[in-house]
Each structure stands twice: as structure tokens, then as C-alpha cells.
């Protein structure tokens, strides 16, 4: 009753209870005055009668001085939150896991999973372990062993450092963690971040985690997730990504009883991609090796013109496989129009006081700090290497030129390309109808004001996309019908993707098992045997983007395109100069390279000093 009437009291001050005071107190002099609250209490007021003024007076009082909203939030509504930044689905426990591993100086991680990690993500290893002590410490949030000073974040050394890994996962499914530092083995049980058992085991080196039921007490975050087989496929990549550059470890995925990979340890990169992908494929892949004091870069790139059929762009900085935008578009840069996306995977090695790394909840991005320098390093050395090494063609036919003036005679291009945003598409005016083909790769022409380059797979690859997209799917049948017999996992994307395709023009006949045959394909389309092995599997590539006409065209146009290094004859390289300036954009091809590089006489003379 203190606190009610103190309250009222304050609010009287305010004019906000005259309404109920005022009622009983009808003196002339006072009428317009409010009562003190207290004298209320001294007053012949009925209860109800008090009741229903007390209730009016209230409303009053909170649609004019409303309660705070802004609240703190309970520990654990806060540390479910904090949990949800760092693991977002499966494969964010897998990723957090196998780089405790690797911190642990592990040589065998093994990996299992149930339902794409959504029911069970474990995750076993053979390194150093923790005591007792330390394992009860390491499920606290912010408890590591890798910083204790705002200095250390400067000189990062390992994987993790945050101390959030684990608290995180045990906030957000069953957690159990059975550790052993070679003196005693403990087990610890939790649910819902707390501790619920602790036990003594007899392990006897190394750490296993087991994560189920993940995110069973966040529906909403639950029903976020995809399909197993699409968390499935993120496990995948993401064990294969951290086995290529930890070659020296061997990796296990499995799901069930059936092993999805098994990478023994091996002795480099090569050696381990061998083991991924095509032995054949990966020896013609270049190694990148410089080293440059405190600053190294190590890898594999593609030549030119390597056209294999499997996508690698993988960038490592001090082996943690990162995103980097700015250095994967300089090395898709350093090709100068390649005639298919370049495959590559490097290790940029660098003091950690030149890197920030903390600039990511889930620690995919990192930062550079003389990031202009290592992306001239990384563009030059790409550069060096791959054209330095292009091969060189003999040719017996002489390339006979007409005669220009001296002042534009030149022995070294200049890479000048068009503006993506030309306002017009109206082919250059090229003085001659002859055309010449450099290194059966690109086809030069003269013009009134210069020269163009065209490189002519991209420049078909343009023809061949805006041809698809702009057919209703009228068909041409072929008078030898190509059959393919497709591997499961193809076959299933065939399923999935036929109706499109059909819509698009193809027409597929359907055999017993997994035998197809391709019947008919878009009008004014030309497609080999050759061009269809691996067809189905570059699509599944495609996610969920695989029934989308563009992305399938983007497959197809690469995949039939005229090749770099294929010879063509006048009429051939006149007829795509002819189309590609009938397209709607001939300047850029579908995947955003450019397709024509203009070269005037002025740009020649400035090269030349005059």
C-alpha cells in the first residue's frame, strides 16, 4: 500500500488522478486542484466505487508513462542466440569440430553422419586430447586455449580462438564428449549447455564428439534446414576441402555403413587431389610455388584452355580454407578471357599479425591487411605461369596480311576490351573480309579504326546461350541418336531435370536401367558424345539452380561451344563474327567474360611513343 500510494502520489503532481480525486472534492476553491492521494483513504468511498476509479486511474497512468520494452534478455535465451551466429546448420558442428582436431594436431579425423548431420554429426580423432579439468572447461562459453590477450587475437596461430565452439553446439542439441590427454579418459554428458553427467572412461588418447538431434530445441532454426541430401553434399565439400590441404591426414566420411570417403594420408596436394579426382586431369594442373620471404604462395592452377569437366576453386590463407572474392576474381582475371573458368588451389601463406581474422562469426572471411600487394603477387604469378608455359603451334600456311600504315605496325597487343555497357551491338566496319586465327584460339579482324580480337569458344558460347534462351523448344531430331548409360547419382539428376530440358528443345528416350538416348536437340544445336560425358554431373553442380533454363543453357553453350585450339576456315570464322553481332550481347559471354577486345591505332601509337 506504501508503494501504491507513493506511485499515485507522484502521478498527482502530473494531474493524472484529479479525475478520482476530483470526484470527491467539490469545493469551489479546490475543485480544480488534486486531492493528495492519502486523503483518499479518509474520504467514504465504496470499494467498488474505488475499485472502478483505481482502474481508470491505472490505464490512465500506463498509456501515459508506458513500462520499459527494452529488457535483458535471460543467460539462456542469450546463449541460444549467440549459438545460432556460429552454427547455422550440420555443417557448421562438422567445420568447428575437425578444426579442434586439427588444433589438436590429429592424424585421423573421422567423421560420421546420420540424415546429412540434422540426426547425428560425430566427429573422432587421434590427437592430444584433454584432461578432466580442461574438458569440463572447454564446453564453457569463451574458454580457449589458444589467446589470453587482446594481443594474442594479433598472432593467430591456430583454427579456433574464440572459445565459443562447443558451448555453442552443447546449447543447441545432445552433446556428449569423451576426451582423454593419454593419463585418464572423461566423458561429459549435456543438454541444453548444462552438465549433466561426468564420467570416468577408458580412452585412451584423442577426442570424440557426438552431436544429435541438432537444433531440437529450435524449431524454427530446425525447420530452416534442407533436404539430407543437401546438407549431406555441404559435409562433403566441406571434409574434402579441409583434407586438400591437410594431405598429411587421413579423413574419413561416413553415413550409416557406407563410406563416403576415405583419404589416406599422402605426401602433397597433388597427391591428395589425385585421390579426389582423375589422376590424368590433376597431372596436367600447373604448380604455383613462390616464396617471398614472410609471404609464400603454393598451389595447383589450370593451363589454358583446360576444359575437364570438374570445378576446383579453392583459397586457402595459412591453410584455412577461406572465401575471398577479391582474389578469385584477379586469378578469373589473370586468364584474359579463358576459354573455360580456371581451376586452382592455392595456399597463401602470411604472418598472422598481417591478417584479420575475426571479422566472420563462423571465421570464413579473413582480411588481408596489404591486400593490394599479395593480389599483384598472386595476378603476376598466375600471369608468369601460364603463358609462359601456353604451348607454341607450328604453322605451314603462311598468315598473309593486308599492308597498314607503318605507324600501325606492332609486335605486342594491348588489352583494351570494350566497355560491358556499348550502347550498340552493330558490328565493328571491318575493311576486309579475311579473317586470321591466332593460336587456333582467337580470330583478329581489321578495322577502320584498328583491330578486334574475338575469342571464338566464347564467342560461340554467346551464340549458342541466346539461341537456346530464345527457342520455345521447337526440336531437330538427329539422324544418329547419341545413347548414354548413366551412373546413379546421374541418372537421378536426369530425372530431376528432364521436363526442363525437354522444354528447351531435348528429346530423350527412356531404356531399361539407366540407359537413355538423346533424339532430338534445339533447333540450329550441334552436340557429340563427347560433349554429354559428365553432362549430368556438371548440372547436379548446379544445386538448386538445375531447373532454371539460363543456368542449364550457361551447361549446355560452354559444353558444345567450338573449343580453344580447334582450326577454322574463312567461312567458319566469318560465320560467328556474323552471329555473335546479331546477339543481344555479343560483348560478354554468359558466365561474364568478355568476348571481343578492340585495339585502335591511336592505343598502338601511344604503346609506341609516337
Known amino acids: 500500500m506504501e508503494v501504491l500510494m507513493r506511485y499515485l502520489y507522484q502521478a498527482s503532481h502530473h494531474n493524472c488522478i484529479a479525475r478520482l480525486t476530483g470526484q470527491y472534492h467539490n469545493s469551489s476553491r479546490m475543485r480544480n486542484r488534486p486531492m493528495h492521494p492519502y486523503s483518499i483513504i479518509s474520504q467514504k468511498i465504496s470499494p467498488s466505487t474505488f475499485s472502478h476509479s483505481f482502474l481508470l486511474t491505472f490505464t490512465s497512468l500506463f498509456i501515459k508513462y508506458p513500462m520499459p520494452v527494452i529488457r535483458i534478455l535471460p543467460p539462456e535465451v542469450r546463449s541460444k542466440i549467440a549459438a545460432g ?14 578444426e579442434n582436431s586439427l588444433d589438436a594436431g590429429a592424424k585421423r ?37 589458444k589467446i589470453q590477450t587482446i594481443e594474442d587475437i594479433e ?104 563410406n563416403i570417403l576415405n583419404l589416406a594420408p599422402t605426401k602433397d596436394l597433388k597427391s591428395r587431389l589425385s585421390q579426389i579426382y582423375s589422376e590424368s586431369k590433376i597431372e596436367k594442373l600447373i604448380p604455383v610455388n613462390l616464396n617471398l ?61 598481417e591478417l584479420d581474422v575475426n571479422i566472420h562469426p563462423t571465421k570464413n572471411e579473413v582480411k588481408i591487411k596489404e591486400e593490394r600487394y599479395v593480389i599483384d603477387i598472386i595476378s603476376q604469378l598466375i600471369k608468369n605461369k601460364i603463358f609462359l608455359r601456353a604451348p607454341q603451334r607450328e604453322y605451314k600456311q603462311e598468315i598473309v596480311t593486308e599492308r597498314v600504315p607503318d605507324d600501325a605496325r606492332f609486335v605486342q597487343d594491348s588489352l583494351i576490351p570494350y566497355p560491358s555497357g556499348v550502347p550498340t551491338r552493330t558490328p ?78 531435348f528429346e530423350f528416350k527412356e531404356f531399361s536401367g539407366r540407359t537413355i538416348v538423346l533424339d532430338a536437340l534445339p ?59 546479331a546477339c543481344e550481347n555479343p560483348f560478354i559471354c554468359p558466365h561474364g567474360r568478355p568476348i571481343v577486345i578492340k585495339i585502335t591505332l591511336d592505343d598502338l601509337a601511344r604503346r609506341f611513343g609516337r
Request: glycine share 6%.
Open 85 to 98: 551466429e556460429v552454427i547455422v546448420r550440420p555443417v557448421s558442428v562438422i567445420k568447428e569440430l575437425i
Open 109 to 145: 579425423i573421422e567423421v560420421e553422419i546420420e540424415a546429412g548431420g540434422k540426426k547425428k554429426c560425430m566427429v573422432n580423432d587421434d590427437g592430444s586430447g584433454m584432461s578432466r579439468e580442461d574438458a569440463l572447461l572447454s564446453v564453457e562459453r569463451y574458454a580457449t586455449s
Open 428 to 505: 565493328p566496319n571491318t575493311e576486309t573480309t579475311e579473317f586470321w586465327q591466332l593460336h587456333n584460339t582467337y580470330i583478329l579482324a581489321q578495322t577502320s579504326t584498328g583491330m578486334i580480337i574475338v575469342d571464338q569458344h566464347v564467342a560461340h558460347e554467346r551464340i549458342i546461350y541466346e539461341s537456346i534462351m530464345n527457342n520455345t523448344g521447337s526440336s531437330q531430331h538427329l539422324l544418329f541418336p547419341i545413347t548414354l548409360n548413366l551412373n546413379p547419382e546421374e541418372y537421378r539428376i536426369y530425372e530431376l531435370t528432364k521436363e526442363t530440358l525437354k522444354s528447351m528443345g
Open 155 to 258: 598472432d593467430i596461430k591456430t583454427f579456433g580462438f574464440r572459445g565459443e565452439a562447443l558451448a555453442s553446439i552443447a546449447q543447441v542439441s545432445y552433446f556428449e564428449l569423451e576426451t582423454s590427454d593419454g593419463k585418464e579418459g572423461t566423458k561429459l554428458i549435456m543438454r541444453d549447455g548444462e552438465i549433466k553427467d561426468v564420467i570416468d572412461t577408458q580412452r585412451t588418447r584423442g577426442t570424440r564428439v557426438k552431436v544429435s538431434e541438432l537444433f531440437y530445441n529450435l524449431p524454427a532454426r530446425r525447420k530452416f534446414l534442407k533436404s539430407d541430401d543437401y546438407e549431406r553434399r555441404l559435409i562433403i565439400d566441406l571434409v574434402r576441402t579441409y583434407a586438400i590441404i591437410q594431405p598429411d591426414v587421413h579423413f574419413i566420411l561416413s553415413e550409416g555403413n557406407r
Open 523 to 581: 533447333v540450329d544445336s550441334k552436340i557429340t558424345r563427347e560433349d554429354l560425358e559428365g553432362f549430368f554431373s556438371e548440372i547436379g553442380t548446379l544445386g538448386k539452380l538445375m531447373n532454371q533454363k539460363s543456368e542449364l543453357a550457361k551447361v549446355i553453350a560452354c559444353r558444345v561451344a567450338i573449343k580453344a585450339g580447334q582450326k577454322l576456315n574463312q567461312y567458319e570464322m566469318q560465320n560467328i563474327i556474323d552471329r555473335l553481332f
Open 293 to 353: 620471404g614472410e609471404i609464400s604462395i603454393n598451389g595447383l592452377i589450370s593451363p589454358l584452355g583446360f576444359n575437364e569437366g570438374f570445378n576446383l576453386n579453392l583459397i586457402y590463407v595459412n591453410s584455412r580454407p577461406v572465401k575471398y572474392p577479391r582474389i578469385h576474381r584477379v586469378i578469373i582475371e589473370s586468364y584474359q578471357s579463358p576459354q573455360e573458368p580456371p581451376v586452382y588451389a592455392i595456399d597463401i601463406k602470411i604472418p598472422p599479425r
